[in-house]
Structures are given as structure tokens and as C-alpha cells.
């Protein structure tokens, strides 16, 4: 089966001059970097928000910033996952009916039950700059519980847990990796390290 995403090549001067990396459906893989060394501008070019200096990035098989390439990948970063002045639950819901081409009404109910399971039911509603950054993260990665994705890209997904909202991220990743695959850009050290299928090194 064709890797979930494929990148060749990738450039980044000066922190990143070439890096490649091909990972399959079911395979979790931590891309390992320091402070500074080019994780936000590797993930911000798989969702083809920037275009890197050379190389090719395919998610799916599709183009990285292409319409499928973007309903296939969901992707969490490591702040500013959520507009301030809007509840939770209501991004949550927008966010889930434009990947999956419904309405939001479809995905109501389907969220209120996974933040009650989460332990989240009682802040669902409350702003954004109302949650600590533990819930934060945990919130932001409903998509991958409730999404059809097939490939998740975590920038730092473990850096804010609390030890509870750990477990439940561990039990949220290893369920969508039934369907998918997911890189994590992470710390050297990270937790997710020892939980990886695969580490690499950016650079």
C-alpha cells in the first residue's frame, strides 16, 4: 500500500537543508527536533500554508495544500488551535462539518458525548480563553476521534497534558491509527518518543 505521506527531499535553509520521510497507514512517527529547528515550518508546509525552498510533500497521494490532501489530514498545532470569542463546542462542530461536508447539526451530539467522555463536558461550552492549555489540547484533538481523516500531524501534541489528559490523547492516537497514520513533531525526550513506531530527526 502507498505510504499516507510522503515527503522527498524537503528543504528548509538553514535549519533543514534536505529531510524525507515516508510513513504508512497504522504507523505513528515522532520527527524529533530541538527549539528552533524547523518543526512549525515542516507542518504548516504539509498543510500547505507555506511552500517550502525545495522538495515534495503528498498526503494520500495528493499534494500537500490540495483540497484532498486537506480533507484527508487533520492537524493540531501547538497553539492558537481555537478562535478566541467562540465557544469550543461551536468551532468543534464547524470545524468537523467542513471536512465532512455536512452541517454541524449532524456533529452535535456526536461531540457533546465525546467531551463528556473526556471529562470535558463541563467547559465545553466556555471560550477559549477561558480553558487551561491541558484542555486546550485535549479539545483539539476531537477531530481525530470524530473525524474521517486518515492521517493526523501533531505539533508537540503532549507538551500542556495533564497526566489524565495524557492517557486519554494515548487512547485517542492508538484508536486512529485503526484507520490512519500520525507524525508527531516533538522534543527530543518527548513522551510520545517511546510510544513512536518510528523516530526520525528533522535535518
Not at 174 to 185: E, K, N, T, W
Request: proline share 8%.
Amino acid at each position: 500500500m502507498p505510504p499516507y505521506v510522503s515527503i522527498g527531499g524537503y528543504s528548509d535553509p538553514p535549519t533543514v537543508p534536505c529531510f524525507s520521510l515516508e510513513v504508512s497507514p497504522g504507523e505513528m512517527v515522532a520527527v524529533t527536533a530541538p527549539p528552533g529547528s524547523g518543526k512549525s515550518n515542516l507542518i504548516h508546509s504539509i498543510a500547505g500554508i507555506r511552500k517550502p525552498a525545495a522538495g515534495s510533500i503528498k498526503v494520500m497521494g495528493s499534494r500537500a495544500g490540495t483540497l484532498r490532501a486537506r480533507r484527508s489530514c487533520v492537524f493540531v498545532f501547538q497553539e492558537d488551535n481555537f478562535t478566541p470569542g467562540i465557544p469550543v463546542r461551536i468551532q468543534l462542530e464547524r470545524r468537523l462539518a467542513v471536512y465532512g461536508n455536512s452541517s454541524p447539526r449532524t456533529f452535535r451530539e456526536d461531540i457533546s458525548r465525546w467531551c463528556l467522555d473526556a471529562g470535558l463536558g463541563r467547559v465545553m461550552n466556555l471560550f477559549p480563553e477561558m480553558l487551561n492549555l491541558s484542555d486546550l489540547q485535549l479539545f483539539s484533538l476531537a477531530p481525530l476521534a470524530l473525524g474521517r481523516h486518515q492521517v493526523a500531524v501533531l505539533d508537540e501534541p503532549a507538551v500542556f497534558l495533564s497526566p489524565s489528559a495524557l492517557e486519554i490523547t494515548m487512547e485517542i492516537l492508538y484508536s486512529f491509527l485503526d484507520r490512519g497514520a500520525v507524525v508527531s513533531l516533538v522534543q527530543p525526550g518527548s513522551y510520545l518518543v517511546g510510544k513512536a513506531d518510528k523516530v526520525v530527526t528533522l535535518g
